[in-house]
């Protein structure tokens, strides 16, 4: 699963948002602050990877942030699925394809860092 904490405790540490350079990408300089508090703190050499660069110092912090979230919506989807999980299981053969209730409880497994869901279909 991933490490929210340290992704955010690096994006903590960066320099301060927004950053910037100019707007048509004509210098890859990137930049934060205005006037006399402006400092560069980076060049990129092609414009996709500054305008991507910069981009992540907001994305980064809204990801986490995103994800956090979703991570409580599928804490408090566990109990909901556990009764499912036990019949879904009881009705499962040898020959059981993928089906959406296999799809729903393996999405929750990783989401949550679990094993697959349906890997472990055979032994439920
Ligand atoms: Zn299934």
Redesign the pocket.
Known sequence: MIDLDAIQARADAASPAPWWTSPDYSNTGINYGHGNNRQQIGKMHGTGDAAFVIAARADVPALVAELRAAREVYAELGPILEPLRVM?GRH?GTD?L??G??RLISAYDKAMGASDGHKD?AVW
Do not use: I, M, V
Request: charged content about 0%; glycine content about 0%.
């Open positions: 879904h499962l059981h993928p089906c209730w296999c279909a």
